[in-house]
């Protein structure tokens, strides 16, 4: 008979029993570190509407979603739990005194090619400090992070700190529209951390603008009115917008363009057309922008050398040194927290690949994972994800989060002792058939003393339970048989030093908890 | 399987009977529309001749290839029926299988451009559309559309590779409108404003006033051959008929790369014609030369040699030009049929796929 199981979906994972155990520990162990700080949990779900996640999480994202149509709604497995719990706020949690302190752990899920430590379901444990601006607020989601990844037991792991100010601020200055600020942001990642050439992403960039021939690189050779139209936007310029428009329509009537019968209107082409027109060419300044941050890549460095270089590039720049300002503040308040000083990389241009963060971002890196260094959590301030989410007022939040498989994958490379996977306390086994409500009576007993109690329910015999006890390193063994139906005794065995007592109830219990 | 197996078989062979063909050691499914022709006349030119009682009939055989039996279906069931596992062998459209294809459907691509049937799945706006030159615009007016509240409507048959190649152009705002119809009619009745669909020659769209974009193709696409990976992996019967199949494809498709070449060329001994003819880089064909002799007829001039050489076909006339400056008086030129070489390549890479298993990590 041909097999037929079913295999799971490819890049999920189960959690076996142990696997499990450990990362319930270890999600415990951090959601607690954060209670400490006054974080509440929240738990949302895992389906959302799609537009959620449209809103600011950006091609890297949104390319990656598993996106599904439901009887005609938009929806999706979340890739991350941030907009989900401002969406809980803008909606449940406003008339909250500020900050709102939130902690969280769930499954999130993205389509990527699954590597180690790379999944398509993955677990994220974080928090967010939602109506704090400033350093403050900052340094405590900092410490909290930092804070946490120590309770775990992990040694070898640096913060990079970076801040979307400075970028953000030359962005401005050099008047760079929105959608190409989001591309330049976008691509930052790609320029900082993976050392892509500057080369490469120039033209990559101008192409997403539509400046430039990236874009036609798989352009179709058979476009034949291609030219004469691309000419328009450049001859309109002339008329300047006030007659472009109707220069525009006097031209499309004399050349016979139909532009009725699809779902714009002329008028809206047309404006658009001139409107196109009329934009500046940005490839200069977007060459500069690039430059500039691959300028703020090789100035990275620790605190103390890297604040006096950035200064100077700032200041060459006429840019605002505030963001620098701030990581220092919230630097200086880690020793107060009692973070034990992790190694510190400043580098301003860090981007975290999600569009929504405004402030000061930070990653963690774990050194130890298969000798190369691994991203085990992030975060930052967004001070705009409120508003952009439907709130009417602007709210400053922080947070971040820790992808909790890769914590797991840390420890193990660091050799740390596997916590939470114990075996039970006890195996309570009757012998007969008639010996099983005084066993189940024992049993109960012993699970009301707060003990961990493996009934025997397949009546395997005297010695396959005490093979089983010490193959899966279970302490004791309670034996029930004919002597606890005559006098309320049963037998207990301690499978380290095999020795056999006959106890009464309480006596078991007694034994059991203090051998624990 | 084992109970039902003899089973089935028997009915093979009652239907073997009747029909008066052996059981099938493996079965190839064909595209019944669209690329039919097409692709029998690229078998037949590879020397696998489909043969076809009646052409309104959807079975067939290949009497060259001893145990196969030919099914004609629709370029998207000949994939459906290869994944699932009904059809061994399949021919049909690439931009079909990047469509339907999923990680585990345990497809196997075994020739990715059979080098016909060549077409392009396209991103198309109205012509109308004057401001509307590459995929950007596209991006922006989506942006547009949904600030006044409403999405970008894509009318296409390929909603995956679409939605794919949206979201990776930064268009988040969408929906996509599944049609089986008339795509092209789609914006026209204001079923959707922009379609993605297959292009060959473009002059469908053209007649819809549609244009493509710079930027805008998604993917390029020709007849490919498909098999099922279970199949060819469990049954060596199989594999081996995928061999020959494999072998005549490959050694077809090169030989049109080249072409054989003889001229007569006159000299002492058949080395001093060789070396007058390898001295010329053009014509030292993928070895060199053969040399052989030519008989005169009755009364005829001794001394004449014939010189063949296999040239790629784009240096044909500078080959002939060399031959002459040999001293070539007149050159005939024939096509190759095939041109196998030490190896079927494609086979090789088909098992090396077969033997390493995709893994997770």
Same mark, same amino acid.
């Given at each position: 008979?041909?097999?037929? +199981?079913?295999?799971?979906?490819?890049?999920?994972? +189960?959690?076996?029993?142990?696997?499990?155990?450990?990362?319930?520990?270890?999600?415990?162990?951090?959601?607690?570190?954060? $209670?400490?700080?006054?974080?509440?949990?929240?738990?949302? *779900?895992?389906?959302?509407?799609?537009?959620?996640?449209?809103?600011?999480?950006?091609?890297?994202?949104?390319?990656?979603?598993?996106?599904?149509?439901?009887?005609?709604?938009?929806?999706?497995?979340?890739?991350?739990?941030?907009?989900?719990?401002?969406?809980?706020?803008?909606?449940?949690?406003?008339?909250? !005194?500020?900050?709102?302190?939130?902690?969280?752990?769930?499954?999130?899920?993205?389509?990527?090619?699954?590597?180690?430590?790379?999944?398509?379901?993955?677990?994220?444990?974080?928090?967010?400090?939602?109506?704090?601006?400033?350093?403050?607020?900052?340094?405590?989601?900092?410490?909290?992070?930092?804070?946490?990844?120590?309770?775990?037991?992990?040694?070898?792991?640096?913060?990079?700190?970076?801040?979307?100010?400075?970028?953000?601020?030359?962005?401005?200055?050099?008047?760079?529209?929105?959608?190409?600020?989001?591309?330049?942001?976008?691509?930052?990642?790609?320029?900082?951390?993976?050392?892509?050439?500057?080369?490469?992403?120039?033209?990559?960039?101008?192409?997403? %603008?539509?400046?430039?021939?990236?874009?036609?690189?798989?352009?179709?050779?058979?476009?034949?009115?291609?030219?004469?139209?691309?000419?328009?936007?450049?001859?309109?310029?002339?008329?300047?917008?006030?007659?472009? &428009?109707?220069?525009?329509?006097?031209?499309?009537?004399?050349?016979?363009?139909?532009?009725?019968?699809?779902?714009?209107?002329?008028?809206?082409?047309?404006?658009?057309?001139?409107?196109?027109?009329?934009? !500046?060419?940005?490839? +200069?300044?977007?060459?500069?922008?690039?430059?500039?941050?691959?300028?703020?890549?090789?100035?990275?460095?620790? !605190?103390?050398?890297?604040?006096?270089?950035?200064?100077?590039?700032?200041?060459?720049?006429?840019?605002?040194?505030?963001?620098?300002?701030?990581?220092?503040?919230?630097?200086?308040?880690?020793?107060?927290?009692?973070?034990?000083?992790?190694?510190?990389?400043?580098?301003?241009?860090?981007?975290?690949?999600?569009?929504?963060?405004?402030?000061?971002?930070?990653?963690?890196?774990?050194?130890?994972?298969?000798?190369?260094?691994?991203?085990?959590?992030?975060?930052?301030?967004?001070?705009?994800?409120?508003?952009?989410?439907?709130?009417?007022?602007?709210? *400053?939040?922080?947070?971040?989060?820790?992808?909790?498989?890769?914590?797991?994958?840390?420890?193990?490379? $660091?050799?740390? $002792?596997?916590?939470? +996977?114990?075996?039970?306390?006890?195996?309570?086994? !009757?012998?007969?058939?008639?010996?099983?409500?005084?066993?189940?009576?024992?049993?109960?007993?012993?699970?009301?003393?707060?003990?961990?109690? $493996?009934?025997?329910?397949?009546?395997?015999?005297?010695?396959?339970?005490?093979?089983?006890?010490?193959?899966?390193?279970?302490?004791?063994?309670?034996?029930?048989?004919?002597?606890?139906?005559?006098?309320?005794?049963?037998?207990?065995?301690? %499978? &380290?030093?095999?020795?056999?007592?006959?106890?009464?109830?309480?006596?078991?219990?007694?034994?059991?908890?203090?051998?624990? | 399987?084992?109970?039902?197996?003899?089973?089935?078989?028997?009915?093979?062979?009652?239907?073997?009977?009747? #029909?008066?063909?052996?059981?099938?050691?493996?079965?190839?499914?064909?595209?019944?529309?669209?690329?039919?022709?097409?692709?029998?006349?690229? /078998?037949?030119?590879?020397?696998?001749? =489909?043969?076809?009682?009646?052409?309104?009939?959807?079975?067939?055989?290949?009497?060259?290839?001893?145990?196969?039996?030919?099914?004609?279906?629709?370029?998207?069931? =000949?994939?459906?029926?290869?994944?699932?596992?009904?059809?061994? /062998?399949?021919?049909?459209?690439?931009?079909?299988?990047?469509?339907?294809?999923?990680?585990?459907?345990?497809?196997?691509?075994?020739?990715?451009?059979?080098?016909?049937?060549?077409?392009?799945?396209?991103?198309?706006?109205?012509?109308?559309?004057?401001?509307? #030159?590459?995929?950007?615009?596209?991006?922006?007016?989506?942006?547009?559309?949904?600030?006044?509240?409403?999405?970008?409507? =894509?009318?296409?048959?390929?909603?995956?590779?679409?939605?794919?190649?949206?979201?990776?152009?930064?268009?988040?705002?969408?929906?996509?409108?599944?049609?089986?119809?008339?795509?092209?009619?789609?914006?026209?009745?204001?079923?959707?404003?922009?379609?993605?669909?297959?292009?060959?020659?473009?002059?469908?769209?053209?007649?819809?006033?549609?244009?493509?974009?710079?930027?805008?193709?998604? =993917?390029?696409?020709?007849?490919?051959?498909?098999?099922?990976?279970?199949? /060819?992996?469990?049954?060596?019967?199989?594999?081996?008929?995928?061999? @020959?199949?494999?072998?005549?494809?490959?050694? @077809?498709?090169?030989?049109?790369?080249?072409?054989?070449?003889?001229?007569?060329?006159?000299?002492?001994?058949?080395?001093?014609?060789?070396?007058?003819?390898?001295?010329?880089?053009?014509?030292?064909?993928?070895?060199?030369?053969?040399?052989?002799?030519?008989?005169?007829?009755?009364?005829?001039?001794?001394?004449?040699?014939?010189?063949?050489?296999?040239?790629?076909?784009?240096?044909?006339?500078?080959?002939?030009?060399?031959?002459?400056?040999?001293?070539?008086?007149?050159?005939?030129?024939?096509?190759?049929?095939?041109?196998?070489?030490?190896?079927?390549?494609?086979?090789?890479?088909?098992?090396?796929?077969?033997?390493?298993?995709?893994?997770?990590?």
């Amino acid at each position: 008979m041909e097999t037929l +199981d079913v295999q799971r979906v490819r890049g999920m994972n +189960d959690a076996l029993p142990g696997e499990d155990a450990r990362l319930r520990a270890l999600t415990a162990t951090l959601r607690d570190h954060f $209670e400490r700080f006054g974080y509440r949990g929240i738990d949302t *779900p895992v389906l959302e509407n799609l537009d959620l996640f449209l809103r600011k999480s950006g091609e890297e994202v949104a390319a990656r979603m598993y996106t599904f149509t439901h009887w005609n709604r938009k929806l999706c497995l979340r890739p991350e739990l941030t907009a989900s719990v401002m969406r809980a706020y803008v909606g449940n949690l406003r008339d909250r !005194p500020l900050p709102v302190r939130v902690h969280y752990a769930g499954p999130t899920f993205r389509y990527e090619k699954p590597q180690r430590g790379r999944y398509r379901q993955f677990t994220q444990v974080g928090i967010e400090c939602i109506g704090a601006g400033g350093p403050s607020a900052d340094a405590e989601v900092l410490a909290a992070a930092c804070g946490a990844l120590e309770r775990t037991g992990l040694v070898g792991f640096r913060v990079v700190l970076g801040h979307l100010g400075v970028v953000l601020q030359l962005l401005e200055q050099l008047g760079i529209d929105e959608h190409g600020q989001n591309l330049i942001l976008g691509n930052m990642e790609a320029l900082a951390r993976r050392g892509a050439a500057p080369d490469e992403v120039l033209p990559r960039i101008l192409g997403l %603008m539509g400046v430039g021939n990236a874009a036609d690189l798989n352009a179709d050779t058979e476009h034949d009115d291609e030219d004469s139209i691309s000419l328009l936007p450049s001859l309109l310029s002339e008329f300047g917008s006030e007659g472009a &428009a109707h220069v525009a329509s006097d031209l499309l009537a004399r050349a016979n363009l139909m532009l009725e019968g699809g779902t714009r209107t002329p008028e809206e082409i047309v404006s658009r057309l001139v409107a196109k027109a009329g934009r !500046p060419d940005p490839t +200069d300044r977007v060459a500069r922008a690039v430059d500039f941050i691959v300028q703020l890549q090789r100035l990275a460095g620790p !605190p103390e050398v890297a604040f006096g270089r950035i200064g100077a590039l700032l200041a060459e720049h006429e840019l605002d040194p505030a963001p620098l300002r701030e990581i220092e503040r919230a630097l200086a308040l880690l020793p107060s927290y009692g973070v034990n000083q992790p190694e510190v990389v400043v580098d301003l241009s860090l981007g975290r690949g999600l569009r929504y963060y405004t402030g000061l971002v930070f990653e963690l890196h774990a050194d130890a994972v298969g000798g190369v260094s691994s991203q085990i959590g992030g975060g930052g301030r967004y001070d705009d994800l409120v508003r952009s989410l439907g709130g009417r007022e602007g709210v *400053p939040a922080c947070g971040f989060s820790f992808g909790l498989e890769r914590i797991k994958l840390a420890l193990d490379a $660091e050799g740390s $002792e596997p916590t939470g +996977d114990r075996a039970v306390d006890v195996v309570v086994a !009757p012998i007969d058939e008639d010996d099983e409500p005084p066993a189940v009576a024992i049993a109960t007993r012993l699970r009301q003393a707060g003990l961990d109690v $493996e009934l025997d329910v397949r009546r395997r015999g005297v010695r396959a339970n005490l093979r089983h006890a010490d193959r899966e390193r279970v302490p004791y063994v309670v034996i029930v048989g004919e002597r606890e139906r005559v006098d309320g005794r049963a037998l207990l065995r301690d %499978m &380290a030093s095999r020795s056999e007592q006959a106890l009464d109830a309480d006596a078991l219990v007694a034994a059991v908890r203090t051998g624990r | 399987m084992t109970a039902i197996a003899p089973l089935a078989s028997r009915r093979n062979q009652l239907r073997a009977r009747r #029909s008066g063909v052996n059981t099938p050691t493996l079965r190839m499914a064909l595209p019944s529309k669209g690329m039919e022709q097409q692709t029998l006349d690229f /078998l037949a030119l590879c020397g696998m001749k =489909v043969s076809r009682p009646n052409p309104r009939q959807y079975r067939a055989t290949i009497p060259a290839l001893a145990g196969v039996e030919v099914l004609f279906q629709r370029v998207t069931d =000949v994939f459906a029926k290869v994944a699932e596992g009904s059809v061994d /062998l399949g021919i049909t459209g690439y931009d079909v299988v990047r469509e339907h294809q999923r990680e585990d459907d345990g497809v196997l691509m075994l020739e990715k451009a059979l080098g016909y049937a060549g077409c392009a799945l396209v991103l198309a706006v109205p012509e109308g559309w004057i401001d509307v #030159s590459s995929v950007i615009d596209v991006a922006e007016i989506s942006a547009e559309f949904r600030r006044r509240g409403r999405d970008l409507r =894509v009318a296409t048959k390929y909603p995956n590779l679409t939605r794919q190649f949206l979201f990776d152009n930064g268009i988040n705002y969408f929906t996509i409108v599944e049609s089986d119809g008339a795509l092209e009619a789609a914006p026209a009745l204001n079923a959707a404003d922009v379609i993605v669909d297959i292009v060959s020659s473009g002059v469908t769209l053209r007649e819809n006033r549609l244009k493509r974009l710079s930027g805008g193709t998604i =993917v390029e696409s020709e007849a490919c051959l498909i098999g099922n990976r279970t199949a /060819l992996r469990d049954s060596p019967e199989k594999l081996e008929i995928v061999r @020959q199949v494999l072998e005549l494809i490959e050694a @077809q498709m090169r030989s049109r790369e080249y072409f054989s070449l003889t001229g007569n060329i006159r000299g002492d001994s058949p080395e001093a014609v060789a070396r007058r003819v390898t001295s010329h880089t053009e014509v030292a064909g993928l070895r060199g030369p053969t040399i052989s002799r030519v008989y005169p007829k009755l009364g005829g001039e001794e001394g004449w040699y014939a010189a063949t050489v296999v040239v790629q076909s784009k240096l044909l006339l500078q080959a002939i030009d060399a031959l002459r400056r040999a001293g070539a008086g007149d050159v005939s030129v024939a096509p190759l049929r095939y041109m196998f070489q030490s190896k079927c390549w494609s086979f090789e890479a088909l098992r090396r796929q077969l033997s390493d298993r995709g893994t997770d990590e």
